[in-house]
């Protein structure tokens, strides 16, 4: 539906509180052995991934790139 020039990887570890239900909307990610599910997203366009992590709050620990996890941490604060 959606194309782009380039993409950057994304990764995302998620809650052991929310694994359950992000690994529906997200089979391709990895359970952690500390519970936690870690999910690579190929982003496109960051303001999509900024708002794509704020709906899970604290359950999303946006892992790298650093460039993403501070844009998210922008829009928090």
Known sequence: MFRA?????ATVAFSRRIARWLKERYPAGRDQPNGRYLV????ADPAWFVREMLQY???????GPESLREAVKR???
């Open 5 to 9: 020039e380039s993409t950057v990887a």
């Open 40 to 43: 690579t997203f190929r982003v």
């Open 57 to 63: 709050g604290a359950d999303a620990d946006v892992v």
């Open 75 to 77: 829009a928090i604060t």
